[in-house]
């Protein structure tokens, strides 16, 4: 930011209009309120949009299962595990992976991986800009990839794809890189409500992981689009939840309550040992010496071997996760469950493969919480615990902690069941496993940690921005360096040159008619400048200096008086009296600004004396 106190070495935005010897604020075209409008109305089309791509991923998953599993052409959904192929079923998959590392290679890379890590990037360092043919691609390639067995879901696909929906929206219409944002994050609600019919855990999830704000600029436009959504869902699908518990869940509160203690930490330490797995293999397989091409094919032939022996593991499993909510499997087959599916999506999705990470998590995760159950029933039996409650809470808990989206996955396993019973034991444990995933894992998390790879930070916590809770009053310098108009820029070059106090800690001077008001501003550039012009110093400071002046006011927040810096590249504002914009009342520079973020570092890291010593 240049030294110009009310100039910016001559050139202004032509967005900055100044009238009455005061620079306007940069305004939108339309007011704030249309917009919001406009944009309610883009997200209920995308939402609408999004709820029949995901039916139309729906189906297209159906056919390509049916085709390469039952050789018939239907376009019901239904799971690979009942298939009749025997060792046929190995090379399966690999077809698949050929396929999509293929379209990876010459269509476009952006296929690759869950679909979410893509999105927040996009946001992060592309300002919301997706490729159309991500659009198309990536819901394709998920297809085939699930429907040649890939135990992945369609929930990370769809997340994407709606996510690209929204980015191409904004890109043909004429937004900002917020607007376009928000309608990148409408797409993804939608996308996840779309697909599980959840659309309040549409909603945070967008929030928790691609939006980082809470705005209403935000969240209406959200929640039209994930309503929207949804009553697609239900039209094309039904209105049941995804997944059909037939059996009421016995959550045991409060007595099973030191059980879901124990749980949460288990369910931690899982979320980082399986990030950290999945990381890991991805590691391995940039070391193989074969083209990138081939690697979901390798993948691919390692989940069909696991696919021969546990059949389960292969597709989305939506049916094999309900059995385990409804506590229909033995606790042997549970603990295989957990383990194969856990090792078929990590060789799968660490070769570079598409498809989602949800329900594959989802289904590893509840068979982990069943035998848990399983096993202090068996040690224990007086604490009668409910395998499908606590396969249920371990669901949500892990899969919460390994994203660090907690919040939407406490509400995403209520929606399933929508059974308030469950929201005590999800709320503990799932904060519990949050906890320990950030202590083990403090930079990352299963989202982030390839962004992480790249030189990316993504900050997902959220805070209210102290620029817009002080108020300028309380922060500016009372002891405002003015000078006279008529002053020659000769005189106060000497004044300068001889370190006089009064000119010499601001780089910034307010220049005062002989009524004591405000004319002008001149900073140490403007003196410069007006020297190599006139060596002599001849012109005074008000004719050197600038005459339009930008200013704030002492009952303005330091977040708009900061972005009336930015916007007109200034370093400094004078605080004038609201009824007499000449009356000046104080001075506010950078270090005004600085003082409210040094603020919140006190109040953070300065620990005052307590009532008990040593404390």
């Given at each position: 930011m240049p030294e110009g106190g009310g100039s910016n070495g001559g050139s202004r935005p032509a967005s900055i209009a100044a009238t009455g010897g005061q620079v306007g604020d940069v305004r939108m075209a339309e007011p704030a309120q249309f917009r919001m409008v406009l944009m309610s109305f883009l997200a209920a089309g995308i939402g609408l949009l999004a709820g029949l791509i995901a039916f139309v991923l729906y189906k297209l998953i159906g056919l390509f299962t049916n085709i390469f599993f039952y050789h018939r052409f239907a376009a019901d959904f239904i799971s690979a595990r009942h298939n009749q192929l025997g060792l046929w079923v190995i090379p399966v998959p690999v077809i698949g992976g050929i396929i999509v590392g293929f379209m990876a290679k010459y269509g476009t890379s952006k296929i690759k991986g869950h679909g979410i890590p893509e999105a927040m990037e996009a946001v992060m360092v592309n300002r919301s800009r997706i490729e159309p043919r991500v659009a198309i691609l990536k819901p394709l390639s998920a297809a085939i990839a699930i429907g040649t067995g890939g135990p992945f879901g369609a929930e990370g696909p769809i997340i994407q794809t709606g996510g690209a929906v929204g980015s191409l929206v904004g890109q043909v219409l004429h937004t900002t890189a917020s607007e376009r944002k928000v309608l990148l994050a409408c797409g993804a609600a939608a996308g996840m409500s779309a697909t599980f019919n959840t659309p309040i855990a549409g909603v945070i999830l967008a929030i928790e992981l691609l939006l980082f704000e809470f705005k209403a600029r935000s969240f209406i436009p959200l929640v039209i689009a994930s309503t929207l959504a949804t009553a697609v869902h239900m039209q094309l699908l039904g209105a049941g939840p995804m997944f059909k518990v037939t059996t009421a869940m016995d959550f045991g509160i409060p007595r099973a309550l030191p059980f879901y203690l124990l749980l949460g930490l288990v369910c931690g330490l899982a979320a980082v040992g399986f990030s950290k797995l999945l990381y890991w293999t991805e590691d391995q397989f940039e070391k193989l010496p074969v083209d990138e091409l081939w690697w979901p094919a390798i993948g691919a032939l390692g989940l069909g071997i696991i696919g021969y022996f546990m059949p389960r593991v292969l597709g989305v499993g939506y049916d094999t996760i309900g059995?385990?909510?409804?506590?229909?499997?033995?606790?042997?087959?549970?603990?295989?469950?957990?383990?194969?599916?856990?090792?078929?999506?990590?060789?799968?999705?660490?070769?570079?493969?598409?498809?989602?990470?949800?329900?594959?998590?989802?289904?590893?995760?509840?068979?982990?919480?069943?035998?848990?159950?399983?096993?202090?029933?068996?040690?224990?039996?007086?604490?009668?615990?409910?395998?499908?409650?606590?396969?249920?809470?371990?669901?949500?808990?892990?899969?919460?902690?390994?994203?660090?989206?907690?919040?939407?996955?406490?509400?995403?396993?209520?929606?399933?069941?929508?059974?308030?019973?469950?929201?005590?034991?999800?709320?503990?444990?799932?904060?519990?496993?949050?906890?320990?995933?950030?202590?083990?894992?403090?930079?990352?998390?299963?989202?982030?940690?390839?962004?992480?790879?790249?030189?990316?930070?993504?900050?997902q916590e959220y805070e209210a921005d102290v620029l817009q809770q002080v108020r300028v009053s309380e922060t500016m310098d009372p002891d405002v360096p003015t000078l006279p108009a008529e002053l020659k820029v000769s005189e106060l070059s000497d004044r300068i040159a001889l370190r006089d106090a009064s000119v010499c800690r601001h780089q910034g001077m307010l220049i005062m008619d002989s009524e004591g008001k405000l004319a002008g501003v001149i900073t140490r550039g403007d003196v410069m400048r007006a020297l190599d012009e006139d060596p002599s110093g001849a012109l005074s400071v008000l004719d050197a200096g600038t005459r339009e002046v930008v200013v704030t006011y002492p009952d303005e927040m330091l977040h708009d008086a900061s972005a009336k810096m930015l916007r007109n590249n200034i370093g400094r504002l004078p605080v004038v009296d609201r009824r007499d914009s000449r009356k000046v009342v104080g001075y506010l520079g950078r270090p005004g600004i600085m003082a409210a973020r040094l603020r919140r570092l006190d109040e953070e890291h300065v620990r005052e004396p307590g009532w008990i010593k040593g404390f």
């Open positions: 059995d385990i909510l409804n506590a229909n499997l033995a606790w042997k087959l549970l603990l295989v469950v957990m383990v194969a599916k856990a090792v078929a999506l990590v060789i799968s999705l660490g070769s570079g493969t598409s498809g989602g990470l949800l329900a594959p998590m989802f289904m590893s995760s509840a068979a982990m919480g069943g035998v848990f159950a399983m096993g202090v029933d068996r040690i224990l039996p007086v604490a009668n615990l409910s395998p499908g409650a606590f396969a249920l809470v371990a669901m949500g808990a892990v899969f919460g902690a390994a994203s660090r989206a907690t919040f939407s996955f406490i509400i995403f396993a209520f929606e399933i069941t929508r059974d308030y019973n469950s929201v005590l034991p999800l709320m503990l444990v799932s904060v519990i496993a949050d906890g320990i995933a950030m202590w083990l894992m403090p930079r990352a998390s299963i989202m982030t940690e390839k962004l992480r790879r790249r030189g990316l930070h993504i900050h």
